[in-house]
């Protein structure tokens, strides 16, 4: 089991950045992969951007792709996300999110992840 406990969201102008970072901890030595999923009220939960923990590879949503940047440390157990060029249809509450041991179905998916941290907010003034 694995935990994972966000922090860095906040409020920025549109056009502004911000990092979000997540520290992992528990059986870190089973993990395959690490994502950043959001949330806005009364819209689904969807995928921003994934990181396979060994490797590095990087899958980003199509939305984000150019703007965020995903990132990991192995040796401290943390999963960053480089947010730049934030628009108005990025707020919402974002997740880190765990996945435990080998997987190659679709990392896209919140289904495969098992490690959820409590999120947290980001707001984007116009």
């Known amino acids: 089991q694995v935990h994972v406990v966000e922090s860095g969201g906040g409020l920025v102008q549109a056009g502004g950045s911000l990092r979000l970072s997540c520290v992992v901890s528990?059986?870190?030595?089973?993990?395959?992969?690490m994502g950043w999923f959001r949330q806005a009220p009364g819209k689904e939960r969807e995928f921003v951007a994934s990181?396979?923990?060994?490797?590095?590879?990087?899958y980003y949503a199509d939305s984000v792709k150019g703007r965020f940047t995903i990132s990991r440390d192995n040796a401290k157990n943390t999963v960053g996300l480089q947010m730049n060029s934030l628009k108005p249809e990025d707020p919402a509450v974002y997740y880190c999110?765990?996945?435990?041991?080998?997987?190659?179905?679709?990392?896209?998916?919140?289904?495969?992840?098992?490690?959820w941290g409590q999120g947290t907010q980001v707001t984007v003034s116009s």
């Open positions: 990181i396979i923990w060994s490797g590095g590879s990087t």
């Open positions: 999110a765990a996945r435990v041991g080998y997987y190659r179905g679709n990392l896209r998916s919140p289904l495969p992840y098992a490690g």
């Open positions: 528990g059986r870190t030595f089973s993990l395959y992969a």
